[in-house]
């Protein structure tokens, strides 16, 4: 069978074309539409950028919002753990004290023994307390308000504002200080002639 489309008079299995586009050769002389990909409307193209930018910088708060709590858990943790030693160590000061009165005794009533085993109990709390970060605070100098407690000012041959005498010892825990040095200040001096 010829057909007199086909310029060989046989029917072509390929769909005929017009210049215009494809045709479908089965139903008629109708045009197909052409399907190419629809350009996206700029709106749309810039609505589709500022969402995805939207979501990014939420993306970025949300990392650094949880750097932030990261940070913030170890630093409260760090300092947990700073005041539960802080504490332990501050209930045993009395100890501390009870010791050295207890050596000062034992010294002025000449047994040896008594005295010899209470320093030994003496060196080794004061040797696991410096371990843990304990450190006495110098009292020799000027009298300092951040690390010394003034009981008593008295007249003494030494400068005003020494520390004449220690009643109680003081102490600090790493930068912290536990306790303050309980001193005794020495006053301006009085002249004998003017009064």
Do not use: W
């Not at 858990?73 to 045993?92: C, I, P």
Request: glycine letters at 6%; proline letters at 6%.
């Amino acid at each position: 069978m010829t057909d007199p489309r086909s310029p060989h008079g046989r029917r072509s299995t390929q769909p005929l074309v017009r210049d215009g586009g494809q045709v479908e050769a089965d139903r008629g002389n109708r045009e197909v539409p052409p399907t190419p990909a629809e350009p996206v409307p700029e709106e749309r193209l810039a609505a589709l950028e500022a969402e995805r930018d939207e979501y990014l910088n939420d993306l970025k708060r949300v990392a650094a919002e949880f750097e932030n709590y990261r940070k913030r858990a170890a630093r409260d943790q760090e300092s947990l753990v700073t005041r539960a030693h802080e504490r332990l160590v501050k209930e045993l000061l009395p100890v501390l004290d009870d010791l050295e009165r207890a050596l000062e005794a034992a010294r002025d009533s000449g047994t040896r023994s008594v005295e010899e085993g209470v320093r030994l109990v003496h060196r080794e709390l004061a040797a696991a307390l410096e371990r843990e970060g304990l450190a006495e605070i110098e009292t020799n100098g000027h009298f300092d308000p951040h690390v010394h407690e003034a009981l008593l000012s008295q007249p003494s041959s030494e400068e005003e504002g020494s520390v004449i005498e220690v009643v109680q010892k003081g102490y600090r825990l790493g930068d912290r200080v536990l306790r303050p040095a309980r001193v005794v200040v020495a006053a301006a001096r009085e002249d004998d002639g003017e009064r």
